[in-house]
């Protein structure tokens, strides 16, 4: 007998930003009519997500963005079997206001339900980022990006064009990775530690010089390092964390996507995969 769908719902809060990510499913009554300080922002999964905000009920199906204000009332529930499931972010209006410019002065969502699946995506991605093991860049990475495909959504102008900035900046930046590749730390510390005015010139800058992202240069760094160490016979669960990765799993994920094989196999000296060379540091 297979079990039934249950009711669940999961919280992480972000210390950094005290953004918190909710993924949750719901069979029936979801919760009553209340509200938030913060801005929401969501997507449905599946099944039909019924909720009442701005005057009226609405529904929203797989793929379905939710939009709401701070203040605005709402409530939710399932309409039908088996529920839903959908993924939430409660974005303090201090972050927002910061992604923003510095300013959120005249800016509001258009509409509570929207069909926006790069929105939808860039949702998914930042409650996985804050949910799962990614590292504080790839967290601020993936914050950055949502704040991004929510600009059209708030009516809010287009950022000014970020200042070019010294091209050393991106060696600086490349240095500090190399450096520190098995330590955790942030878009802004290593903007400030490579001189960039701020996380959005330096990722500019990054990407002109390396054609990449500091946080995809810092998993190749990582992914290099732990080959190395499992050349030399370094157990798995061992050569992860020394590189840098959270745990075992976290390097296995990891390194299947990049070499197509585990970690493990790797180290048993089953592969015909060229290797990399390990950068210093």
Known sequence: MTD?????LHLRREPASGIEAVTARFLGHAYDMHHHDEWLVGVTHDGVQDFYCRGARRQSTAGRVILIEPGERHDGQALREPGFRYSMLYLPQAWLRRAMGG???GIGFRRTLADDRRLGGAIGRACHALF???????SDAALDDLALHLRRHLGAAEPAPVPAGDPAIAERAMDCLQAHAATAFGLDALARAAGAADRFQLARIFRRRFGTSPHACLIELRLARARALLRAGVPPAEAALAAGFSDQSHLGRRFR????????????????VPDAALPPG
């Open 4 to 8: 039934r769908p249950r009711d669940f």
């Open 103 to 105: 300013s959120d002065a």
């Open 132 to 138: 799962g093991t990614a590292s504080p860049l790839a």
């Open 257 to 272: 996507r990049a070499y197509g094989l585990t970690p493990a196999a790797y180290r048993s000296g089953r592969t015909n």
